[in-house]
C-alpha cells in the first residue's frame, strides 16, 4: 500500500489550502487515517483523524478551522486548512491504520501502520 500526499505549498496567513492522501496499492484498502504534521524542531503531532465511517477528530490547535474528509470510493482523504497561520508551517502527513478503528484508539501517532511521504505546508506572516 502507497500513500501519496499533494497539495501543500506557500500561502499567506489567513488563506487556505486543501491536501490530498491518495492510496493505491490495494482495491481493498479503506482504513482510518490521520493527517500529521511536524514542524521543524518539533515532534510530529496529530491534527486529525477521521473513521472509515466518516467520524472526526482533531487537534485544539486547528479545531474550526481545518476539516478532514474522505472519499473512500477513491481510496483519498482531504485535509481542508482555512485561516491559516505561520504555526501550522510544517510538512504534512497523511497515514493509516491497520488495527485501530475507533476515534480513541487513533489518538498518537503508534496507531498508524502506513505513512505518506509528506507535503510541505509554508504560511508567511
Known amino acids: 500500500v502507497q500513500l501519496q500526499a499533494s497539495g501543500g505549498g506557500l500561502v499567506q496567513a489567513g488563506g487556505s489550502l486543501t491536501l490530498s492522501c491518495a492510496a493505491s496499492g490495494s482495491i481493498f484498502f479503506i482504513k482510518p487515517m490521520g493527517w500529521h504534521r511536524q514542524a521543524p524542531g518539533k515532534q510530529r503531532e496529530l491534527v486529525a483523524r477521521i473513521t472509515i465511517g466518516g467520524s472526526t477528530d482533531y487537534a485544539e490547535s486547528v479545531k474550526g478551522r481545518f476539516t478532514i474528509s474522505r472519499d473512500n470510493a477513491k481510496n483519498t482523504v482531504y485535509l481542508q486548512m482555512n485561516s491559516l497561520k505561520p504555526e501550522d508551517t510544517a510538512v504534512y502527513y497523511c497515514?493509516?491504520?491497520?488495527?485501530?478503528?475507533?476515534?480513541?484508539?487513533?489518538?498518537?501517532?503508534?496507531?498508524?501502520?502506513?505513512w505518506g511521504q509528506g507535503t510541505q505546508v509554508t504560511v508567511s506572516s
Open positions: 497515514a493509516a491504520s491497520r488495527t485501530r478503528y475507533i476515534l480513541s484508539a487513533l489518538s498518537s501517532l503508534g496507531s498508524y501502520n502506513d
